[in-house]
């Protein structure tokens, strides 16, 4: 039959399907989560979240070594401190378990780009995101503990900070308290759009951070919204963030696509805990392959828009694009 149009053509070799896609991925742009306990000589497996593990400091850089080695050398930490109280002070203390990690990954490899989770839900009694009032957060006084976090992870050495409290204004402040304690160059990559969700289910009880009353609707964003999550990014962008990150990532691709095509500063996705376990479960029960479900949501992440995934198949993803399999 006589056919001008035959996209099979372009389909025929593995050869010329490499030369003809559309979405490139490389390592660099992934980013690895890494749970830092506080404590020594912990190396734990966390139940909620199979081949994630609990490190202590001490054991860092067995992780921080394997990674680089696979290719993924850029970092993204969180803290489990062994107290908790009602401001979430072991947050910036700077012999917090995170601030002592940010040592233990830069004394590891001195190439490793470490950004961490600037918050306040891992450090408080309670488990809310800020400073309490009553039963409720208290937005302003609240950016006076995120500004004291972030600073204190500077000081410490991180290269990047990424507030995901969803208070107002905390890039403007952080950014300015950054900048007026000589941390200009350390850039801001805001958790700028982030919604309430159910798939931070087994991040929270992995560092234990499950809100003692409420839940996080009243800072996080309801998942019904896309034009709320372009207002969000416009203030952050306004506010000087230098990256933008949407969060969750799978269920959320609309509103990749749509910060990609809004702004013009890099973003990032967050493909999270939920959506890790899930995939995990699921080919633990033999219902999915899990090395063909992983390469296919990472691609598809980047075909959406994001410039950078934050994923805790990292290393898995690094050894797919080594073998060909994606990029
Ligand atoms: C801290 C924070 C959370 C996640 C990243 N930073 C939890 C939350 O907001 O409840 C979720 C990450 C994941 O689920 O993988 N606020």
Do not use: W
Not at 262 to 269: E, H, I, R, T, Y
Not at 317 to 327: E, F, M, T, V, Y
């Amino acid at each position: 039959m006589e056919m001008s149009n035959r996209p099979r053509r372009l389909r025929s070799s593995a050869v010329l399907r490499k030369m003809v896609r559309e979405t490139r991925v490389s390592k660099d742009q992934l980013v690895y989560p890494i749970f830092i306990k506080e404590g020594s000589g912990i190396y734990t497996e966390i139940p909620s979240m199979p081949g994630q593990y609990h490190v202590s400091p001490d054991r860092i850089d067995e992780v921080v070594g394997r990674s680089i080695e696979q290719g993924v050398s850029r970092f993204i930490l969180f803290g489990l401190p062994a107290e908790k109280d009602e401001c979430g002070s072991s947050g910036f203390d700077d012999g917090g378990v995170v601030q002592e990690g940010i040592r233990a990954v830069k004394r590891a490899n001195p190439d490793a780009y470490v950004i961490t989770d600037v918050c306040m839900c891992e450090y408080t009694s309670h488990g809310h995101c800020g400073i309490l009032s009553g039963q409720t957060v208290d937005n302003d006084l609240t950016l006076e503990y995120l500004d004291k976090i972030a600073l204190s992870h500077a000081r410490a050495g991180c290269d990047m900070v990424a507030p995901s409290d969803m208070m107002d204004g905390r890039v403007e402040s952080m950014r300015s308290a950054l900048d007026s304690s000589g941390f200009a160059d350390v850039p801001v990559m805001s958790y700028a759009v982030k919604y309430a969700s159910s798939f931070y289910g087994p991040f929270r009880s992995a560092v234990d951070s499950t809100p003692a009353f409420g839940d996080r609707k009243t800072y996080q964003m309801d998942y019904h919204n896309s034009r709320e999550a372009m207002r969000e990014a416009a203030l952050d962008v306004d506010q000087g963030a230098d990256i933008l990150i949407v969060k969750p990532a799978l269920a959320y691709m609309d509103i990749i696509r749509d910060v990609k095509s809004s702004f013009d500063l890099p973003v990032a996705a967050y493909c999270v805990s939920g959506e890790y376990s899930m995939v995990k479960a699921a080919a633990a029960a033999g219902f999915i392959d899990e090395y063909g479900v992983m390469c296919e949501s990472a691609v598809c992440l980047f075909r959406a828009g994001a410039d950078i995934l934050i994923t805790y198949f990292a290393p898995e993803l690094a050894q797919a694009i080594d073998r060909g399999d994606i990029g």
